[in-house]
Each structure stands twice: as structure tokens, then as C-alpha cells.
């Protein structure tokens, strides 16, 4: 429970406490005002109410059952006016009590609660830890080979990135996405696009097994972020195209996917984007990437932090 919700506890806690016990003071007064007015015959002679603070006197001694017989009543309604205080009395004491009771009962169960929130938060974050430990791999490979896919074979440094993460990259630099991946930890002459693929198949796949496993009720954002990045990489899934153009060829021994680099290398910037099967795909992959590539090096600093806080 956060200091605001602590706070705001207490403050309900104490108004829903004194409630009933301004009643029972309000009792007291509004009783002494009557009894003033009543005059002395309705009251015994050696001791009758002759003012306010008399009778003020005989409506606390009345309400609170003390009864020192000083002062009583001698006339019918009198007496029922005494009996009708004492029964208020008795009634705004006990429910004072009561709101005592429960608010004390109210401030031992919140606090359980947040006891047992705490315990929760803790056990899905060793979870999520456990997992992200995981897919940490798999994150690392996807970021990798959206390097190489969106970065042409004449840009390529000797060594990617720290974070792995290509941040200015256009259209027009996918076009070596048929061109061998160059990677020795991986199968170095298969296709840049084959690689990027089957590497964003097991991430996705990861990232449903944690949202499948997890609450994200107690993973501050990170369950939102992970299906947000996994929506993404599902909307745009074009493996089943790409690998189509990777294995047809023309008459001319060229594949659907030379043409589609060709048109790629030769887009420029403005110019609008017509959807046919040859290079539509890579456009929406590369609108993707643009989504997905800085909320997955949100999601590592987060996951991060998130795993550190317990």
C-alpha cells in the first residue's frame, strides 16, 4: 500500500470513526435545550433544572447511565424524553464503538493485503526473471540480424552496435536482404532474410509463452510492452511470401526476390509506395522494425530494472 493510499486510509479511517460520536455529543445538547424548556414541575422539587447548564448537567448524567438521582423526572413526558435520550445514547455509543472496531479491523486487513500484493509482485517477477533470462538470447539474435538486414553489405562495420540496434536506417537499405548473413555464429551464406525470419519466429514465440505465463498486473508495464512488440511482429508476418520469392525464379535464372531487391535499391524517398507481391512485404517489415527496434531497447532497460527492484 503506497503512502497516498496509506494517507487516504487514515483520513476515512478518522471521519468514519468521530461519526457517530458527534452524534452522541449533538444527543447531549439538543436534550439539555429541551429539558430547559420544560420547565421546573415536570422535574422533583429539592433538585428541579432551573437553566441551560443544570440541565446540560442532567442530560450527560442521563445518556452516559450514571443516574445519580439528584435530578429525575416527574412528569410522563419528561420521563420519556429521559428514556429517549438513554436509548440514543446507548445506541450512538455502540455504534461508535463498532465503526472503532472496524476501522481497526479495516487498517489490519489493508495491510495484509498489502503484504500479500507484495509477496505476489515478488514471485511473477522471479518468474518473469527466469523467463526473460530466456528470451534474452533470443532478443539479442533478432536485434542482430534487424542490424544486418537493415544495414547494406558496403555500410557493415566490423562490429555491430553495443545495443545491437541500427537507429537510422531507410527503405532503401534493406535491399541486401537476399544477400548471405556473413555471421560465423550462424549459418554464414544463408540469406540475411532467412536468418531475420526464423530468429523473429523464436521471439515471438517466447514473448506469447511469457504473456501466456505471467500477470502483467505486477510487471509495471513490461507484460504491455512485450504484447505490444508481439502484436506487431504477428501483423506484419510475411515469412510465408518471402520465402516463396526466396525459391521462385524467372525464365531468366533470376528469383522473385533479386526483383524485389532491385525495386527496393531503387525506391526513393516520396515516392509512393504501391502493394504488389514483390517488395510490399519488406515495406511493411521495415515500418515494423521502425515500431518494434526502440521498444525492445525500452523493454531490456525495463525488464532490467523491473528484475533489480525485487
Known amino acids: ?99 472503532i472496531s472496524a476501522a481497526q479491523a479495516e487498517k489490519v486487513s489493508e495491510i495484509e493485503r498489502g503484504k500479500n500484493e507484495e509477496e505476489l509482485r515478488a514471485k511473477e517477477i522471479e518468474k518473469y526473471k527466469i523467463r526473460f533470462r530466456a528470451m534474452r538470447r533470443k532478443l539479442d539474435m533478432f536485434l542482430s540480424n534487424a542490424y544486418l538486414l537493415t544495414t547494406p553489405m558496403d555500410k557493415r562495420d566490423d562490429e555491430m552496435p553495443d545495443d545491437l540496434i541500427n537507429r537510422h536506417f531507410t527503405f532503401n537499405d534493406l535491399h541486401d536482404f537476399n544477400q548471405p548473413n556473413l555471421l560465423v555464429s550462424q549459418n554464414y551464406m544463408e540469406k540475411t532474410i532467412e536468418v531475420f525470419l526464423r530468429s523473429e519466429k523464436r521471439l515471438y514465440e517466447d514473448m506469447t509463452e511469457i504473456l501466456k505465463t505471467t500477470d502483467g498486473d505486477y510487471l509495471d508495464g513490461v507484460h504491455t510492452l512485450i504484447e505490444e512488440i508481439a502484436d506487431d511482429i504477428d501483423d506484419n508476418d510475411f515469412s510465408e511470401a518471402i520465402l516463396f520469392q526466396l525459391k521462385t525464379k524467372s525464365k531468366d535464372g533470376k528469383s522473385m526476390a533479386d526483383a524485389a531487391s532491385e525495386i527496393i535499391k531503387n525506391f526513393k524517398e516520396g515516392d509512393e509506395v504501391v502493394p504488389t507481391v514483390l517488395h510490399y512485404p519488406y515495406y511493411c517489415i521495415y515500418h515494423m522494425l521502425l515500431r518494434v527496434l526502440p521498444k525492445i531497447a525500452e523493454l531490456k532497460e525495463r525488464s532490467t530494472q523491473l528484475i533489480n527492484s525485487i
Not at 445518556?63 to 419528561?78: E, K, Y
Open 1 to 99: 500500500m503506497g503512502t497516498q493510499g496509506v494517507d487516504d486510509f487514515y483520513i476515512r479511517m478518522k471521519i468514519r470513526k468521530f461519526r457517530f460520536a458527534w452524534c452522541f455529543l449533538a444527543t447531549i445538547i439538543v436534550f439539555a435545550v429541551i429539558f430547559t424548556f420544560l420547565g421546573e414541575e415536570h422535574w422533583n422539587a429539592e433538585h428541579p433544572v432551573e437553566d441551560f447548564w443544570s440541565a446540560l448537567y442532567f442530560s450527560v448524567v442521563s445518556i452516559t447511565t450514571l443516574g445519580f438521582g439528584d435530578m429525575f423526572p416527574v412528569s410522563g413526558i419528561a420521563r420519556v424524553l429521559v428514556c429517549a435520550e438513554c436509548i440514543l445514547g446507548l445506541i450512538f455509543m455502540g455504534l461508535f464503538l463498532n465503526d
